[in-house]
């Protein structure tokens, strides 16, 4: 019992985490990643019509719904031609960059406390396989989960009770980290403990804090 009366809160026990934001640099707009190829730019892909307009099938396509050949032809149809399937595929593909420094030296010392490691990201499968290939802390973390593969995305309660249901894990224990305020809140709705992080910061820093104050490393 605290000082209060209230009961202590339960120790983390499993420290789960987004990929793309918080272990792994990426993109942060479909600019950036246009840049990063040789696909002629057009202005159409900068408006708040094509975000929207496309928005349903990245997420199909991050839920598993949509195979990623798919998803590309599904692209240039929404866009009357403008982005060709092979310039969709393109773009995804320039998408990721690298390890934050410090963030596989960090999972090292979770396990070290005795604390279980997860991911639960929002991505597709080529980007998941990409990162696997890129990604020293993706490998190192003990439980590797993403939306594609669990049918569900974030922020929906669904793909965090298909998590639970998954790993045996019981939500008092875990902590989550996300890049993105609207999959913090999401996970908090679903009973879980969960921080932001904030990618432009030092990712491995701001964890390492977190952990600290949740007493990970005690």
Do not use: C
């Amino acid at each position: 019992m605290t000082q209060h009366g209230q009961p202590a809160p339960h120790p983390v026990t499993h420290v789960v985490f987004d990929l793309g934001g918080v272990l792994l640099s990426h993109v942060r707009t479909w600019r950036e990643a246009h840049e990063r190829t040789a696909v002629p730019w057009d202005d159409h892909f900068d408006t708040v019509e094509f975000l929207e307009s496309s928005r349903d099938s990245v997420m199909a396509h991050m839920a598993g719904r949509l195979t990623p050949e798919e998803w590309y032809a599904t692209m240039e149809t929404l866009t009357a031609g403008r982005l060709r399937a092979e310039h969709a595929r393109a773009v995804l593909e320039a998408w990721l960059y690298e390890d934050y420094p410090g963030v596989a030296d960090l999972i090292d010392d979770i396990h070290a406390a005795g604390r279980v490691t997860a991911t639960l990201s929002n991505t597709n499968p080529v980007h998941w396989e990409q990162a696997l290939a890129i990604s020293e802390a993706l490998r190192r973390v003990q439980h590797q989960h993403a939306s594609h593969l669990l049918g569900a995305v974030k922020p929906d309660r669904e793909i965090f009770e298909v998590f639970e249901r998954t790993t045996g894990f019981a939500r008092e224990g875990i902590v989550f980290f996300d890049d993105l305020e609207e999959n913090v809140a999401g996970a908090r709705a679903a009973g879980w403990r969960a921080e932001h992080i904030d990618p432009l910061g030092n990712p491995a820093e701001q964890l390492r804090t977190y952990l600290g104050r949740y007493g990970v490393f005690e």
